[in-house]
């Protein structure tokens, strides 16, 4: 099966700047998560999609990041305006509907941001 | 609140040599636990997970974890290393659909 996909692998921007990243999940993946790492930390999750619907975004810096699934498939993560602490890799994972039990996440390859 | 800790920052093991990677977790119920491998510029590959029974638990690429509830940890070990497992390990602790990772522990293999 095709892996979650996520475009562009990298992107540098200056701060105050606006960004969007992009993230096709594995088909047929009902539940869609945004994460990002920081360089030498873990990832942290910043948003859980269920099909088009929010489930967790308590970790979203909502005055300046948003993110949609408007038709429950692929999604889009803005930031606007970029701050320098912005700096990450953002990671795109997927998995079908459920528990982590019976449905493990696929991560995609990232996305590389550098705030300038 | 769930959290998890990986002690080691960065771990040095020679090839051949075993390797034990450590990690200790928080969480209020049966936690569901994973072992994630990160390589440079890859996201993240799920080694092994735990979710309950035999507490030993295997992986790919010869990986293993044990499940030690008395010490809230989870340890993550290969008898062998080969050079190609040098990459960065992130272990987590979920429940429902949430997970959460810890700092991660980068494994350098010498020659």
């Known amino acids: 099966e095709a892996g979650v996909a996520q475009s562009p692998r990298y992107k540098i921007i200056e701060k105050r700047q606006s960004v969007a990243f992009w993230c096709n999940p594995i088909?047929?993946?009902?539940?869609l998560y945004w994460y990002q790492q920081i360089l030498g930390q873990g990832p942290k999750l910043l948003i859980q999609f269920q099909n088009n619907g929010v489930v967790d975004d308590s970790q979203l810096p909502k005055d300046r990041f948003s993110a949609e699934r408007l038709k429950g498939v692929d999604s889009t993560l803005k930031i606007q305006p970029a701050k320098l602490e912005d700096s990450a890799v953002y990671l795109c994972?997927?998995?079908?509907?459920?528990?982590?039990?019976?449905?493990?996440?696929?991560f995609g390859n990232g996305t590389r941001l550098t705030v300038t | 609140a769930q959290s998890v800790t990986q002690p080691d920052i960065h771990i040095t093991v020679s090839e051949g040599a075993s390797l034990e990677l450590r990690c200790n977790y928080s969480y209020g119920a049966t936690p569901y636990l994973f072992w994630y491998v990160q390589s440079p510029g890859q996201g993240l590959q799920l080694l092994l997970k735990y979710f309950s029974g035999d507490t030993l638990v295997q992986g790919i690429k010869g990986f293993e974890a044990e499940f030690k509830r008395s010490q809230s940890s989870f340890n993550l070990r290969k008898p062998s290393v080969h050079w190609s497992d040098a990459a960065e390990y992130f272990c987590a602790v979920g429940g429902g659909n949430k997970l959460v990772f810890g700092a991660g522990t980068i494994l350098r293999v010498k020659s």
């Open positions: 994972a997927s998995s079908s509907a459920g528990t982590l039990k019976n449905s493990p996440l696929h």
């Open positions: 088909s047929g993946h009902a539940t």
